[in-house]
Each structure stands twice: as C-alpha cells, then as structure tokens.
C-alpha cells in the first residue's frame, strides 16, 4: 500500500484546509484511513479514523467540530477538511492504513505534509 498525502500549506487563524490521500497497491481496500498530526517534542497523535465506505468516521475531541474525515472509494483517496484552524493546529499531518478501525498502530504510513497556522 502506498499512500500520498498533498494539501498542506499556510494559512491564517480561522481559514480552511483541505488535505488529500491517494492511496494505491492492490489491497488498501481492506484497511481502515487514517489521519495523524505531530508537533516537535510530541508523540504523533490520531486526529481522526474513516473506512472506505465512510460509513464509519470518527473525529478526535480536540478537532471535532471543526475537522471531518472522509474517503472517497471512486477515487482511492482520503480527504481530511480542515476548518476554523487554530495556531495550535500547526503540525505535520500524516495520512495511514491501519488494519482495523481500533487498531493503534498503522501498518502504512504515508508521507508527512506541513500545515503552518499563523495568528
């Protein structure tokens, strides 16, 4: 499974964001997607889970309201909508495959793309 993240960039406190995953390989399918932040000097943490059929999405406490996971099966690739951004919100994002929706450790890791949001 291989996955490309791409969409981040700078923006302002209060702008909107939307992060793109094209996954490939021939069993991404079967995994569930996920999105993952980290910020130097801290552990890399889930910011929010979705299958491919987005019948099961799931948003973390400090981002829900304000960010939502999706996927889109035609297109094999994974969006994350980032709205209302926070300074805090600065990280860099990862995209991942991850074996089942309460698995912990992804199996696949996409590259990393760094969203910067300015006060």
């Known amino acids: 499974v291989q996955l490309q993240a791409s969409g981040g960039g700078l923006v302002q406190a209060g702008d909107s964001l939307r992060l793109s995953c094209a996954a490939s390989?021939?069993?991404?399918?079967?995994?569930?997607m996920g999105w993952f932040r980290q910020t130097p000097g801290k552990e890399r943490e889930v910011v929010g889970k979705?299958?491919?059929?987005?019948?099961?999405?799931y948003s973390a406490d400090s981002v829900k309201g304000r960010f939502t996971v999706s996927a889109d099966s035609a297109k094999n690739t994974v969006y994350l909508q980032m709205n209302n951004l926070k300074p805090e919100d600065t990280a860099v994002y990862y995209c991942?495959?991850?074996?089942?929706?309460?698995?912990?450790?992804?199996?696949?890791w996409g590259q990393g793309t760094l969203v910067t949001v300015s006060s």
């Open positions: 991942a495959a991850l074996s089942s929706y309460a698995s912990l450790r992804p199996t696949y």
């Open positions: 390989g021939r069993t991404f399918s079967n995994y569930v």
């Open positions: 979705v299958n491919w059929g987005s019948s099961f999405a």
